[in-house]
Nanobody
Framework: QVQLVESGGGLVQAGGSLRLSCAAS????????MGWFRQAPGKEREFVAS???????YYADSVKGRFTISRDNAKNTVYLQMNSLKPEDTAVYYC???????????????????WGQGTQVTVSS
C-alpha cells in the first residue's frame, strides 16, 4: 500500500518562497513519475509539475520559471520549491504518483494512481 504524505505548506507573503515535501512509504517509487497538483476553493484540481525517474521535468505554464520540482530517490521523497509566490498560487497542494511505466508528460488527475492528503499554501497580498 503506497502512502504519500505532504508537508511544508503554510502562509507566506507575495514574493516569498516555500518548499513542499512529499514522502512516500509502502514501497519505493524511484521508477514512478511523481507529480504535484493544486486545488483552489471552487476550482478543479490542476496540474503543477511532474518529474520522471530520469529527472525529466514538466511544468504548467503558470508556474514555469518560478517553481522547481525535484526528487531524492534514496529518500523516496519529492520536493516542490516555490519562489516568487503570488496570491493566485493559494491552494491545497497534492502530491501524486503515476503507475510504474507511465510517462512524465502527464497533466490530468486520472493519469495518477496514488495521492497524498494535501497541504495548504496561502499567499497573502
Amino acid at each position: 500500500q503506497v502512502q504519500l504524505v505532504e508537508s511544508g505548506g503554510g502562509l507566506v507573503q507575495a514574493g516569498g518562497s516555500l518548499r513542499l515535501s512529499c514522502a512516500a512509504s509502502g514501497r519505493t517509487l524511484s521508477r514512478n513519475v511523481m507529480g504535484w497538483f493544486r486545488q483552489a476553493p471552487g476550482k478543479e484540481r490542476e496540474f503543477v509539475a511532474s518529474i520522471g525517474w530520469l529527472y525529466t521535468t514538466y511544468y504548467a505554464d503558470s508556474v514555469k520559471g518560478r517553481f522547481t520540482i525535484s526528487r531524492d530517490n534514496a529518500k523516496n521523497t519529492v520536493y516542490l520549491q516555490m519562489n516568487s509566490l503570488k496570491p493566485e498560487d493559494t491552494a491545497v497542494y497534492y502530491c501524486a504518483a503515476r503507475p510504474a511505466g507511465g510517462g512524465v508528460f502527464a497533466s490530468t488527475t486520472n493519469e495518477y494512481a496514488y495521492w497524498g492528503q494535501g497541504t495548504q499554501v496561502t499567499v497573502s497580498s
